[in-house]
């Protein structure tokens, strides 16, 4: 039994894991990168700690499903490291176009890079990139076609 063993561990228990729950990223400031996640993918945090060395850590969820970011605090040179750049992204989709443009706009005016908008078409739809602090990518998108195509393969 590990020193993080669940406080009342039938709690858990009821609710077991199963497939993807998560991906992590490491953040050089943990406070900035929960307001970004929060302002343009509409994540907020569902676990919050810090470790006995001081590593601050998040869980982020979207709470439309058992899936969370895990942002874990480190230097500004080790996040830069493991940075998720080029066509590796984090994705989330949005209800229509215009709220694509609205968010990357908004990213622009705050600051942030960004690139896009692009209309891929079908099944890639209209998405644009959103560098968060760390230089980690956010993909926008409307009319991916996830989904449709998750439930036609079962």
Sequence with gaps: ?????EADPTAAGDHPDR???????????????L????????????HRRTSDDGTRVAWISDL?????VVLIE??????RR???GGWNHLG???GSREEVDRRLADADA???RTDGPVDAGAPVGYFGIIADPDGHHLEIAHGQQVAFTVEQST
């Design 82 to 84: 493991h940075r998720l």
């Design 92 to 94: 989330v989709g949005v």
């Design 110 to 112: 705050a600051g942030c």
């Design 64 to 68: 439309t499903r058992p899936f969370v």
């Design 19 to 33: 497939g993807f729950t998560h991906v992590a990223l490491q953040v050089s400031d943990l406070d900035a990168s």
């Design 1 to 5: 039994m590990s020193d993080h063993a």
């Design 74 to 79: 480190t230097s500004a040179a080790q996040a």
């Design 35 to 46: 307001a970004f996640y929060e302002r343009y993918a509409e994540l907020v945090p569902v």
